[in-house]
């Protein structure tokens, strides 16, 4: 997949696309329905983000509540077959365009796109003033095709981030993971750590969530891709997810351990699938019992993962 981070002075390479087009927080069931819908017209699939997302950039005091980052978002764009990401940048030049503006400059001047998906509820240009209504009409009168996306529902409810983020916030992965037609991730980098894993017997990866809705805190059976480096492969393991309450600490972050695994890991890549709850956080009295709880969350941990 090739990705571009600006829609001018693009080569003829890089233009001419079929995308599909939106925030896609989480690349949800209804948003693999409209890149699907993007395919098929005989030219590269493509989808059309910003980053930061929008949101971030008007309400930036706001809680946390992307679902994914943006490595997350694009490993999972490329799963479904989108050859070109353009992921514009969500800076004041952009913001400040009105929709028929963003339509001429962006889509058919700068991407020259030669048609556009979006969901039925997608909105566009400054004060998102525009509808996929009004990107009908402008299609027609620059050139490019157009289709809307009914909005996809499942057991008669409408699948959205927000109720995914609900869910995720309930302890719920497997509720989310059937909203989301694949498993929730957080991806990113190992960072060093305190290392009380390691002295523990149970050495973790370490890796930040910040910006990120996080799931409700605890520890969960999760399966680790590990992306990048010479131990790149799947296995199964136990996170925490949470601010350590054994140790005082307030700060959120994730710690994986993968189970019947050895190896150096840090400033590696890291996917953290998360598959079932396992219990809250908890505060021990002493170490002994923290180390034996530890040892039967990943107990539990294979057992889940085993049957999977």
């Not at 943006?70 to 969500?90: C, D, I, S, T, W």
């Not at 981030?161 to 980098?189: C, F, K, N, V, Y």
């Not at 019992?289 to 294979?302: F, K, P, S, T």
Request: net charge negative; aromatic share 8%.
């Amino acid at each position: 997949m090739q990705t571009f981070t600006h829609w001018q002075g693009l080569g003829p390479d890089a233009r001419g696309a079929s995308v599909a087009m939106g925030n896609f927080d989480g690349v949800h069931l209804g948003h693999a329905s409209v890149i699907a819908r993007a395919g098929g017209h005989g030219v590269p699939l493509g989808v059309v983000t910003f980053e930061p997302h929008p949101r971030q950039v008007f309400a930036p005091d706001a809680p946390a509540f992307r679902l994914m980052n943006a490595e997350a978002r694009a490993h999972r764009l490329q799963k479904l077959g989108v050859a070109r990401l353009y992921e514009l940048p969500f800076c004041p030049e952009l913001a400040a365009m009105d929709p028929e503006t963003f339509a001429r400059a962006v889509l058919a001047e700068g991407l020259g796109v030669t048609h556009v998906t979006v969901g039925a509820d997608f909105r566009f240009g400054r004060g998102r003033a525009g509808s996929a209504a009004d990107l009908v009409a402008f299609g027609q009168a620059m050139g490019f095709g157009v289709t809307i996306a009914p909005l996809l529902e499942t057991a008669g409810l409408e699948i959205s981030s927000t109720a995914i983020r609900q869910a995720l916030s309930d302890g719920r992965p497997r509720d989310a993971a059937a909203m989301l037609g694949h498993w929730h991730r957080i991806e990113g980098a190992v960072r060093h750590g305190d290392k009380r894993g390691r002295d523990l017997g149970f050495p973790t990866a370490n890796m930040g969530v910040e910006g990120l809705h996080l799931p409700r805190l605890g520890v969960y059976a999760v399966k680790v891709d590990v992306l990048t480096g010479p131990l790149a492969g799947t296995y199964n393991g136990a996170a925490s997810l949470g601010v350590r309450p054994m140790f005082g600490e307030n700060q959120p972050n994730l710690e994986a351990h993968i189970l019947d695994f050895e190896g150096d890991l840090y400033g590696q890549h890291l996917s953290v699938a998360f598959i079932d709850y396992l219990r809250p956080e908890m505060k021990f009295d002493g170490l002994p019992a923290l180390i034996g709880q530890m040892g039967a969350d990943c107990a539990r941990a294979r057992d889940i993962l085993t049957a999977q």
